[in-house]
């Protein structure tokens, strides 16, 4: 085992999010960051149609669909292939991909969504230069999607890294919804750059 593997092992046994997944039956720890979005922001109510981007390998999707229950719609896409939620249909694309879209908008089928998710983030080569063009280009896209599928009024969270090009998305958002505000949960490791953009009432 390389000493980068047992660094990742060794501070996955001490983090307390990790444990607490595997107890509350939560695919990834990450369902925590959304929890607490959801308990401070109140984006999530039941009924509601959500669009889960970069959704792999489930926590934000299993938490969602609990939470808009079986009269709302959950449509997660992740380029990677995902185990069943229930209540939650899952698109295996490329999101950056036009077939990506397309296959999106199929599971759709028309409905207008009420809040759009997004935790997507690229493969990390390590060399900030490739990493955070890569990175925004994907919230880009999860912002471009708003007004082609969202009700007027919708919600927009999207992962962001702190660097280039973080505040002229963030203009847009400003542009586009009532309100917009950045944060940063808990269970968001404090040495990472990620933090969230959370955006209330769209507005076409
Ligand atoms: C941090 S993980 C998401 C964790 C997830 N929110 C959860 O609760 O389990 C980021 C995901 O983004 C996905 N991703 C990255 N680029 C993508 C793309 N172009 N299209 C779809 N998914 C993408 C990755 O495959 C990965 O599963």
Known sequence: ???????WLERQRRDPFVSRARTDGWRSRAAFKLEEMD???GLLRRGMCVVDLGAAPGGWSQYVARQVGPEGAVVAVDLLPMEPIPGVQCVHADFSDEAGLHALLKALSGRS???????????ISGIRAVDQPRAMALAELALDLVPEVAAPGA?????????????AL????RSRFARVRRYKPKASRPESREWYLVAERFTP
């Open 1 to 7: 085992m390389g000493s980068g593997q047992r660094r």
């Open 39 to 41: 308990r401070r922001f």
């Open 113 to 123: 969504v009420d809040l759009v998710l997004s935790d997507m983030a690229p493969n």
């Open 155 to 167: 919600g927009f969270v999207v992962k962001l890294f702190e660097g280039e090009g973080v505040d």
């Open 170 to 173: 963030v203009d847009r958002c």
